[in-house]
């Protein structure tokens, strides 16, 4: 199968499940086409990429299960709920169990912000920042904490800079 056509199942996977949650489809929408974006202008390898897709169209698959289960969905919980969802939908689609794995841990890791290992990991941390910086309305001052404790890639540093820095 195609890797597209892997992104494009998967979306839709991911949307059926979320259905009825618009506001949590477009945040799963936005965080991969900057996740997507990042990986791009830093030239990571298209195997990698193809494995950060997949988690950051998956990233928040814990949230409804976490719900359902404790009544919240804060990140540690996302973070303990999210894998096995995923897993069963990556299994669906025939991916590599080595890629399954990865896509997992980054799922079970994205509100972890120690020990990034891995390129992948970086980018899909920066991403969901950039969408949770706008849709939670974080004042510009803890932008620019995030920027300094967690951004790393020159790419994700440009769009922080080009979303929140304050035009003069």
Known sequence: MDYNDIIDQLTWKI?????????RIQHLLKVHRFAQLIARAEHVDEHTRQVLECAAVLHDVGIHPAEAKYGRCDGKLQEQEGPAPARRMLQSLGLPPADIERTCYLIAHHHTYTDIDGIDYQILVEADFLVNIYEDNLPQTQAAIVKERIFKTAAGTRLLHLLFEEKY
């Not at 949307?15 to 506001?23: A, E, L, N, V, Y």
Request: glycine share 12%.
């Open 15 to 23: 949307i059926d499940f979320d259905k009825g949650d618009p506001k």
